[in-house]
């Protein structure tokens, strides 16, 4: 058994480690290639490309297995910040991220951008205002956070219930993009994979829980970040001579402005309140790229970005993460880490979304229909992309693609070899698995600890709490792979709405609950379920097309509604007890014991003399 | 260990620093893709500005609005004797 205050031990063969990490995965991906021109079964190569890396994720976090609580819970407290970064960077971007925003950045130009910069918000609002005071209270969960907050078990219950909404929501969307990804690379139906991506989680998170999410996500991340940079550079030096695609697609960028113009693609004006951005379905290339407001107006874009934010902030899988950091200023350090790694990241398919527009642009547009280039062809036979042939000269709208394929569609187009297309999908798996792995674990604990623990204070004995905690953790991950078989939901609207609800249940609560120390119980109670539910009805009126409000908006209403409630409810009743007030000051100063790990340590110690007695 | 008389000053000041990196942060989220379409016409990099800025831009200045976070607070932890013992 560790002790509690004084680990601050990081590792200091960390980057080490990740170097061989790094370099099995890179030599994994040339062995490959060698395997491929020296003529092994494609199907052999799929394979591979598929289970070695998870293979290696889920071996990661088998190898961090651990029986320790602070270990299981908060991965000892002694990842530092770049690490802690990098995992919430991949979990945050994830399988969603990597592939739907791709195909919406190709699809919908810089419309796409409201959720990159709500995303960036979120993080620096998360790293100013909530993530140090939430590192200094130490809860492993935000409904952990909450309860103890308020000394209040039924706002730990309320809480856990309702964040276990989009929880399931984002295991959901992110299981049904990596299962999708995962099907797509070996031919097999979506449901076995689905059954692999389940198997893998829970393997890679069951034996370490936060310890295995912390090791096996950073791999997870830097696989992704390299699968992805990998065809970004090639094709940026086919194209600008440059293997920096993230800051050379410029030019290119400009290039295809000036096609659109030749094209004659129309310049819509919207309402303000218009939000079309592309579902599942093919939809036609109709927007131009670098204009803004041609498929989403500008209020809708703004109040995306703000709502996308507030959810982020608080995102319960994602903040957990930063009670990982070895102290305050670390947590606030992981933030910025994580800012860096969301942009590199963003910035690189982005640009593999520029690249791709333009060979459109240069390959199809203005051809006739019989003499398309043969992947095209491929690619429309197999459903991810179509054309109405019926003009002599193919204008650009007449091209349709799937938004989810755009990521794939890229190395294909390029004719880069099969297995940099594999890399591609690799690196989408691995973006899913990390962001499957985070939510899921996110799910479980909150499940044992907060809703089947939750009306108890006393600490358990670690034995039984890490064992309802393992099943609970597989009981989730089977739960999001049934939701993702039986929900047929588009992936990026289930994001949306998960951020958008934890935005309107949390967010308004979490921050009052940190800057204004006289929030009473009843005022959080009140704020989360108001929150929650008038978010539910908003995205039910917007689904229904009620008030022509789209239902990823739905946090506009429901974020307000939550803070009015909030503050009148508090108003009414007599001031918080004197113990909260305390407990609210020791939160804010980073100095000193983290909150919940000296509770631990004194009911270790009083556990301890009652056995001496 | 802070001091109990040093806890008011310490949170004023914390507050104001705060809103000295969120709010500007905030301001030009909200404004950059408003003026997108007219930095359009100019060129940085090769980008179409308006679109640099969105894309490229926030994320330069989320960064630099965190390290400069990072920075100040400390500062204002150690100054107030706030911070933690390593």
């Known amino acids: ?613 | 260990m802070i001091e109990r008389k040093e806890r008011k000053p310490y949170w004023r000041h914390t507050k104001l620093q705060m809103l000295a990196s969120l709010l500007p942060f905030l301001m030009v989220m909200i404004v950059f893709p408003l003026y997108a379409e007219r930095l359009n016409s100019n060129k940085f990099l090769g980008f179409p500005l308006g679109y640099f800025l969105v894309g490229h831009g926030l994320i330069v200045i989320a960064i630099f609005t965190i390290a400069s976070f990072v920075n100040r607070q400390d500062a204002v932890d150690h100054w107030h004797g706030a911070h933690e013992d390593t």
């Open chain 1, 1 to 613: 058994m560790t002790t509690l205050g004084g680990t601050r031990l990081v590792n200091p063969r960390l980057g080490t480690y990740f170097g061989i990490f790094v370099s099995a995965f890179a030599s994994l991906v040339i062995l490959a290639l060698v395997a491929e021109q020296l003529g092994a079964p494609d199907l052999v190569v799929r394979w591979i490309m598929l289970f070695a890396p998870l293979a290696l994720y889920a071996g990661i976090g088998v190898a961090s297995h651990t029986n320790d609580p602070a270990d299981y819970f908060a991965a000892g407290r002694r990842v530092p910040a770049f690490f802690a970064g990098l995992g919430i960077a991949i979990s945050g971007v994830g399988g969603v991220g990597v592939v739907c925003l791709t195909g919406l950045f190709f699809i919908n130009g810089l419309d796409a951008w409201c959720i990159v910069n709500g995303f960036v918000a979120g993080l620096v609002v998360c790293a100013i205002m909530v993530a140090p005071y939430f590192r200094k209270f130490g809860a492993y969960t935000v409904s952990s956070y909450l309860g103890r907050r308020f000394d209040s078990r039924i706002v730990r219950i309320i809480s856990a219930a309702v964040l276990v909404v989009p929880l399931l929501l984002v295991v959901t969307a992110e299981l049904k993009v990596g299962a999708a990804a995962a099907a797509e690379l070996t031919g097999r139906p979506v449901i076995e994979m689905s059954v692999v991506f389940v198997i893998a989680l829970v393997a890679g998170l069951a034996a370490g829980g936060m310890r295995s999410l912390s090791w096996a996500g950073a791999a997870a991340g830097l696989a992704a970040i390299l699968a992805l940079a990998v065809p970004a550079a090639i094709v940026a030096t086919d194209a600008t001579n440059l293997p920096l695609a993230q800051f050379s697609h410029g030019p290119v960028l400009r290039a295809v402005g000036r096609m659109e113009n030749v094209q004659g693609l129309p310049i819509p004006i919207l309402s303000p309140f218009a939000f079309d951005l592309a579902g599942t379905e093919l939809e036609a290339l109709t927007r131009r790229m670098s204009h803004p407001f041609g498929s989403v107006g500008p209020a809708s874009y703004i109040l995306t970005a703000l709502t996308l934010a507030a959810g982020v902030a608080v995102a319960p899988w994602l903040l957990p993460r930063v009670g990982t950091a070895p102290g305050v200023y670390e947590a606030r350090k992981s933030l910025g880490w994580a800012v860096c790694v969301f942009g590199v990241l963003i910035l690189t398919t982005s640009a593999m979304a520029v690249f791709l527009r333009d060979i459109v642009l240069e390959q199809l547009a203005g051809s006739s229909a019989t003499q398309l280039p043969a992947w095209f062809t491929t690619f429309a036979g197999s459903g991810a992309a179509a054309v109405d042939g019926r003009l002599p000269k193919l204008p650009l709208s007449s091209f349709s693609f799937k938004r989810d394929a755009a990521l794939f569609a890229l190395p294909i187009a390029a004719q880069l070899p099969a297995v940099i297309v594999y890399l591609t999908f690799a690196g989408a798996i691995a973006a899913s698995f990390a962001a499957a792995a985070a939510s899921t674990l996110a799910l479980g604990t909150l499940i044992a600890e907060d809703a089947i623990y939750g009306s108890r204070w006393e600490i358990l004995a670690q034995g039984p709490r890490l064992a309802v905690t393992r099943s609970a953790i597989a009981m989730a991950a089977s739960l999001g792979a049934a939701f993702a078989a039986l929900l047929p939901a588009d992936p990026l609207k289930l994001m949306l709405w998960a951020i958008g609800l934890t935005g309107a249940a949390a967010f308004p609560v979490v921050v009052l609950s940190i800057w204004w120390k006289r929030l009473s119980t009843l005022g959080a109670i009140a704020g989360i379920i108001s929150g929650f539910v008038t978010a539910v009805l908003a995205i039910l009126a917007g689904e229904a097309g009620w008030f022509g409000v789209p239902s990823t908006l739905c946090g506009v209403f429901a974020i307000p509604v939550s803070v009015a409630t909030a503050i009148i409810v508090t108003g009414l009743r007599p001031a918080p007890a004197r113990h909260l007030l305390e407990m609210v000051r020791d939160m804010r100063v980073p100095g000193g014991e983290a909150v919940y790990d000296r509770e631990l340590r004194l009911a270790r110690l009083k556990r301890r003399q009652a056995s001496a007695n």
